[in-house]
């Protein structure tokens, strides 16, 4: 079969969306681990240490770049059209709930999926705008290990000291959480890994890599809310 009617065919699209899917999750992993590193307690350095050492790849880090938004392109266009193919099968009007096995497989998950896909494709163009590149204002430095490096740590607590931005981002977490979460087992079940006897602790496993990664992220608005305090110039060189 040739690549262009694996796309066509809707088993195609679903495996397309499932392989980039199962690549967004592990981009997801590196950046919460990266982000994670804001808790140490230096003010940002380690933080702005890791955001300057990825900048320094250089051409590199556009490459890495490019691929991640072309996975990102296949797995929304895919999930596009697999939605609406669904949507003109189900034109007949037949009922809905019976058609899907009843409504225990019609988690709330799997029926809000194209939602929070839809909240997450508006999210993210807004997120890369605001911190990496900083709403178009420009960045302060910072000295670290005595290197020069963008104080991206700044830009990242000042920004959740606006409750609209800490809480806003704490709501698209849980919805990224629901999406996580049927992701999850859906992507494996459309690559055929899904086994009777396996499912219950797919499901499972979804769940819980749902609630690290979507708790993961939540935890950096809200401790920066309540807890955040914005470091000086000077600061964030204890590297
Ligand atoms: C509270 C949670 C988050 C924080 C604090 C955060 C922080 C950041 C920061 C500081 C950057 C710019 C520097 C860098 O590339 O490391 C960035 C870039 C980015 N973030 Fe996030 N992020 C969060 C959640 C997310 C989520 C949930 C997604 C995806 C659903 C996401 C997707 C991206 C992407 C695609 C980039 C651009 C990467 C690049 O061009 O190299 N982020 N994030």
Redesign the pocket.
Known sequence: MSVIRIWQSTVGKKVVMAVSGIFLMLF?IT?LA??LTMFAPDDGALFNQY?HK?ESMGVL?YVA?AG?LAIFLFHVVAAFQVYLGKKRARAGGYDRDASKGGPSKLTVASRSMIITGIV?LI??PV??WM??FNAGQEFTYTEVGGEEVKN?YAV?VESFQNPWIAFG?TAV?LL?GLHLRHGFWSSLQSLGAMSPRWTPAIYAVGLIFALLLAGG?LL??LYFFFFGEIPDAGMGGGL
């Open positions: 997801l950046h990266g982000n955001a990825l880090l770049e991640l997450l999210f993210i997120h890369i911190f990496k991206l990242v981002y977490m990224l992220f950096l608005p």
